[in-house]
C-alpha cells in the first residue's frame, strides 16, 4: 500500500523527552515530506505549532489546531468552529462564583488570554514556547462579542477536586455542546462537540483536491482525541506509551515517543530512508 500523506499529534507521540523534534526524527521527515505531505494535529494553537514547521522546514504547511477547530490549508482559515460566547459566559460566571478558583486560558486563532501569570499559565508557556496575553475573562468576552466571535478552545487547569467540579457543571449544562476531553486529572479541554481531529482531517483532505482518501493516510497518536483519527486512516499507529484504548484499535505500535517512535517507523515504512 503507497501512504500518500501522514498525520501526526504532537505531546506524547511527536516530540522526545526534551519537547522538542529530534535530530533523527527530524531527518527522517524532511526526506520524505517532498512526496509525502507531513501534518500536525494537535490542540495547539497554530502559534504553537509553527515552531516545529519551522524546523522542518514547512512553514505554510497545512495544519489542524485545537484537535480539528481550526484548519489551514495554504495560509488560508479553511475550518472554524467556535464555542459561542454563552457557553463561555456560563463557563466564567460559574468559575467566579468558585472564587476562580481554577485557572481559565481563552484560545481563539493566535489569540491566547489568561487573567495572570499564575502557576498553570507560566508551565503553558515553558511547554509551548508561546507567551499568552493578560487580561481579564471579562474583557476578552466583551471584546469577542464585539468582534462577534468565540472560542476554538478552552483550557481549565487546577487542582483536580476543584478541575472535577467544573467539569460536572459543564457537562450537566453544556455535554450536549461541549466536548470536555481530560487529558490529565488537573487539565480540561473544551471544544465544540461537533469537532474531532478526524473532522479536521476530512476538511483538509476535501480542501487538497480530494484525490487522497483515509485509507491512503498514516496517523499517528497516544491519547483518548487520537483514537478516532487512528481507528479511520488507513495505517493508524500508536506510539508505545499510548493509553490502551488507543493502542487496541491501531494497526501498530511504534516505540516510545521518547525513543524517535514516529521516526523510527517512517523508516521501517519508507524504503528511501534505510
Not at 90 to 100: G, K, Y
Not at 134 to 149: A, H
Not at 198 to 223: H, R, V, Y
Request: hydrophobic share 35%; charged share 25%; glycine share 6%.
Amino acid at each position: 500500500m503507497k501512504y500518500r500523506i501522514i498525520f501526526t499529534d504532537i505531546d506524547g507521540t511527536l516530540l522526545d523527552a526534551n519537547r522538542g523534534i529530534s535530530a533523527f526524527t527530524e531527518e527522517q521527515i524532511k526526506n520524505i515530506k517532498g512526496d509525502t505531505p507531513f501534518i500536525l494535529v494537535s490542540s495547539r494553537m497554530p502559534r504553537q505549532m509553527t515552531y516545529f514547521q519551522e524546523q522542518l522546514d514547512d512553514i505554510g504547511q497545512s495544519m489542524i489546531a485545537y484537535n480539528g477547530a481550526l484548519v489551514l490549508h495554504e495560509n488560508k482559515v479553511i475550518d472554524s468552529t467556535e464555542i459561542s460566547l454563552e457557553h463561555l459566559k456560563s463557563l466564567v460566571d460559574f468559575n467566579e462564583a468558585q472564587e476562580n478558583s481554577v485557572h481559565l486560558s481563552l484560545y481563539h486563532g493566535d489569540e491566547w488570554t489568561v487573567e495572570e501569570m499564575d502557576f498553570w499559565a507560566q508551565r503553558e508557556q515553558h511547554n509551548t514556547r508561546v507567551t499568552p496575553e493578560v487580561r481579564s475573562n471579562r474583557e476578552t468576552l466583551d471584546r469577542w462579542s464585539t468582534e462577534k466571535k468565540g472560542a476554538h478552545k478552552v483550557m481549565c487547569m487546577g487542582e483536580a477536586p476543584l478541575i472535577d467540579r467544573i467539569f460536572d457543571f459543564m457537562q450537566q449544562h453544556f455535554g450536549d455542546h461541549l466536548h470536555l476531553y481530560r487529558s490529565k486529572d488537573t487539565y480540561i479541554e473544551i471544544a465544540d462537540r461537533k469537532v474531532s481531529k478526524l473532522t479536521g482531517i476530512n476538511s483538509l483532505l476535501n480542501a487538497m483536491g480530494g484525490d487522497i482518501s483515509l485509507s491512503e493516510a498514516i496517523a499517528f497518536g497516544d491519547n483518548y482525541n487520537d483514537i478516532e483519527m487512528i481507528k479511520a486512516v488507513g495505517m493508524g499507529v500508536a506510539v508505545e506509551n499510548a493509553r490502551e484504548e488507543l493502542k487496541a484499535v491501531a494497526k501498530h505500535i511504534t516505540a516510545h515517543h521518547k525513543e524517535d517512535g514516529v521516526g523510527r517507523f517512517l523508516r521501517e515504512i519508507y524504503p528511501q530512508l534505510r
